[in-house]
């Protein structure tokens, strides 16, 4: 079992930024990913990376959102940059491995003036 806990979210004006953090609480043998999801529509992929650091992003946040692992820490990291209203939602903070497939409760992200 594993639990993951997101922070980092909150109100941001457009143009903005925000870094968001997902703690696991075992070491991640996975593909760790960030997701986000607004109402009605299906939770989308946001970018993902591997143990070794190989990172895959969606095409609208590439660019301005980069993310990060600390193994050591259990740690991923989401740093987003150059805010934009499309991108409020809900993020949420996945593990992927052989472990199972694992999702935090998720962290809300507003891009509003």
């Known amino acids: 079992q594993v639990q993951l806990v997101e922070s980092g979210g909150g109100l941001v004006q457009p143009g903005g930024s925000l870094r968001l953090s997902c703690a696991a609480s075992?070491?991640?043998?996975?593909?760790m990913g960030w997701y986000r999801q607004v109402p009605g529509k299906q939770r989308e992929l946001v970018a993902t990376i591997t143990r070794a650091g190989t990172t895959n992003y969606a095409d609208s946040v590439k660019g301005r959102f980069a993310i990060s692992r600390d193994n050591a820490k259990n740690t991923v990291y989401l740093q987003m940059n150059s805010l934009k209203p499309e991108d409020t939602a809900v993020y949420y903070c996945?593990?992927?491995?052989?472990?199972?497939?694992?999702w935090g409760q998720g962290t809300q992200v507003t891009v509003s003036s």
């Open positions: 996945n593990s992927n491995g052989i472990l199972g497939n694992y």
């Open positions: 075992r070491s991640m043998f996975a593909i």
